[in-house]
């Protein structure tokens, strides 16, 4: 159960818009959009992790939701993967979209809500405390 102090409904409202994450080995955009859609940028930071980024790419996009008060990221595409090879059949299919799809029915990114207002978000996941702040989109 969460420490928040907001119903699901709420968190999901207040997490609209875009946030900047900063851990130690990354550092993650993402933009919670109203159709509970979401698109992340994530830059690994640590030298280590860079072959992955190299293999998943750094764009992911999802569907996002709130339940209990954690926070659910279901990864559906990963545009800028290496992974991402065309079979032409019928029709094409996305190895790496297929790939994200599966593994996050299997292993599901979800963080617990501590806090949350208009400009700050503290969230946990299984290792660490992790604080997201709310930036303006300067596109819009």
Do not use: C
Request: aromatic letters at 10%.
């Amino acid at each position: 159960m969460s420490n928040s102090k907001h119903s699901d409904l709420e968190i999901e409202i207040l997490l609209l818009g875009k946030w900047r994450f900063d851990t130690s080995s990354e550092k993650i955009n993402i933009q919670f959009n109203n159709d509970m859609t979401y698109e992340q940028t994530r830059i690994q930071t640590f030298f280590f992790n860079k072959p992955r980024e190299l293999i998943t790419g750094n764009q992911f996009t999802g569907i996002w939701y709130v339940s209990e008060g954690k926070l659910h990221l279901n990864v559906r595409k990963l545009p800028k993967s290496l992974l991402n090879l065309e079979i032409p059949l019928m029709f094409k299919i996305s190895m790496a979209d297929i790939f994200a799809t599966l593994s996050s029915m299997f292993i599901p990114e979800n963080y617990e809500v501590i806090s949350i207002n208009s400009s700050k978000f503290i969230m946990q996941d299984k290792e660490q405390s992790i604080l997201g702040l709310k930036i303006n989109n300067l596109s819009q």
